[in-house]
DNA sequence: CATGAATGAGTATTCATTCAT
DNA sequence: CATGAATGAATACTCATTCAT
């Protein structure tokens, strides 16, 4: 279900024209393709469906690309966790703007998750964060993914905290992780029940609190 | 990391005189220590490292035990996040009480959540929804025990909110949803960067607003 | 496709009162039961697919019992063999007369092979045949059950030959042996390429031919 | 007790400098001894007896090749029927001309079906036929096999019946249906009881008819 | 620069068989 | 008399990984 949302590659520069792979080729190319074929790897058939062959067959090259070029498949699954997330991050830092207020800002925000959601590219961090048991070297690479996002809504709390009278009590931090560790958490539970409108309501709920935070003036 | 806490068996009744295993045996016991061997498995393993072998060994028999009594390692799973649940919801049941006062309620809470985070119970859910995407059969298992807790904590908010002036307006079905999602959040996140304290400053907050909360009058 | 046939108990004399199997039970019935399985389980599994599982699934009992009872897997299929081949040589023998002329004899035979494709008792000897090489033990006991019907071919042929002028020149023991071996070679065939009619057109072969060696007088 | 003969490569040609196996080596060596080890597997061991490890053993490699090579242990039978076959038709072929008569014919038949039945290579087809009831998939590259046979016996049938008077009138098609499951019942047959000279006597016996056909004149 | 070939160790699952009851 | 429970060894197949080219 998950509609195609351009992964590496943020800016949509025109790239150079597109060698064949193989002998003479660029390398960069190749390493691009892994890094999307690990990406629709990870959100096709989740962390444990994610082999090397599967992910070689996506990209269309040989397995051993895959260690010629990262070294290993967490290192590839690491990399490409990072490309999705960053260029997911850029896309929310353009879109979101200082001059919001909250309940703009919540109205937003919803827009930017229901793309991520469809898709999958939230599925690409919970579905790594199930492989860390089995695989602790994974969990370096995802927390350098994870930190840059939560100073990111941090800052977004803080300054739409502006508008709001209490605005300066709020901890702005552990305001932050919760916000991200619910995302989280809703991200799995849609796993379970497929009930995709559950995040519809709880936006409904921050909503609701926004118009009730924002009622009692700044 | 995790603490050892009676898996399967909630009570703590003296269990008859065990029998060896073996040929002739009490199936109900081999069926325990596999479910036994499930459970402690997932939790130190995840479920990428939770096989046949190594559930096998843990329980101490044979593999095939494992086909004879549950016709499969899927289901043994599910049968284990089972008990694990229903023995982790039944405590939590006997420890909460109607006439607590909503930050006695939380603090109550704390406790057993922290039971859970120690002993890994909380892991078992997230470590096999971990596993859907790659084997989806895993879904409804895992919704029929997430299920009986979410009815649980809607009861717990509504008597709680009862303390609370404006306790009628809350929705307590989407605040339930949203309680269970972030507890879920956290647990992930907790396997990411190992911060424990993390859920320590979120019941901080959630004493906070308790205080707020009944400070708002009844 | 098979149709369904009696397998073992040749006769239809009332049968005792079936009582249930378990402690106290007609071993006979047992036997009976699990000769019945392993010749069905043959037809529809082959040799392969037949295996102490799905023999002891068919007959509702359990695995142990072809221990019990035959002692292993190999002799309970060598006895169905026995048992269904039996029945049918009965059913061969009730069938034919020896006042048949040779084109009566071979439409009567047709009638009989029809039946025998048709419920699969002739798959049960190809099958078997084929496990030889894996499972030595098994030639005895198909030799066994296969002699019995040379006699009887042989002898069928002798008796018939008597209508043909050059009768006593035929070599009755070869052609016996050419023709269970044609029909067991067309068994074979059928199974691979599943073109029933190839016995009809040998069978018309067959008439033309006695057509033929009649009309050259007694 | 099968005599070797050489499996695939049905020339005598001088190979090639034989490079050691191993990673980067010549896969078609590779994927003859395979083929050549699934061969002579199927002829010593039997259908049920070939397993991957069977396989791999006699071939020297690892059983995982078998899998990089022909994707499936089913597929890698068919594959070495197919060699088997093509390699005996093409003998046939070459040793049978047009212009023998009808008894030097079936003397030259008889010299090549005992090549056959002493290296084995007519055991293959009915071994892997014994397998079809178990493994469906077998059926088409078993007929793929078969059928070229058909239609050389045919022509080879049409041909010879030059030579006798009432030649037009014979059906040769379905003589040839018959002499090929013949073939293939007296093959089984002879698994059952090792009496190898069956074949000797139904060949006398061919002789004698065609004497008989060929003296009632062209 | 990249890959085809190869493999050792592992996967889930099923086998025929045994034994205590 | 018969069976439920159990198992060691096998089954087909896949894994991540390596290396010669």
């Not at 790239?15 to 691009?32: F, H, I, L, M, Y």
């Not at 990209?59 to 990072?82: R, S, V």
């Not at 919540?106 to 991520?116: F, G, K, P, Q, R």
């Amino acid at each position: 279900m998950p509609k195609k949302v351009p992964e590496s590659g943020e800016s949509e520069e025109a790239t150079p024209p597109k060698r064949k792979r193989g002998r003479g080729a660029d390398p960069e190319q190749t390493k691009t393709e892994l890094i999307d074929a690990a990406i629709s790897s990870l959100i096709d058939e989740g962390y444990r469906g994610t082999t090397a062959r599967s992910i070689a067959g996506r990209a269309g090259c040989n397995q051993a690309a895959i260690y010629y070029h990262f070294g290993g498949i967490d290192d590839l699954l690491i990399a490409a966790l990072k490309v999705s997330s960053q260029g997911r991050l850029a896309r929310y830092k353009s879109a979101l703007s200082d001059d919001q207020s909250l309940t703009e800002l919540i109205a937003a925000i919803e827009e930017l998750y229901v793309e991520d959601r469809e898709s999958g590219h939230l599925s690409l961090l919970t579905e790594l964060v199930g492989g860390i048991t089995a695989t602790p070297e994974l969990r370096q690479g995802i927390e350098a993914s994870t930190e840059p996002w939560l100073t990111f809504v941090e800052e977004r709390i803080k300054q739409a905290s502006k508008s709001v009278s209490f605005g300066k009590m709020l901890p702005s931090k552990d305001l932050a992780d919760l916000v991200f560790s619910l995302v989280i958490g809703v991200e799995l539970r849609n796993k379970v029940d497929g009930n995709f409108d559950r995040s519809d309501r709880l936006f409904r709920l921050g909503h609701l609190a926004a118009g009730l935070a924002e009622s009692s003036g700044s």
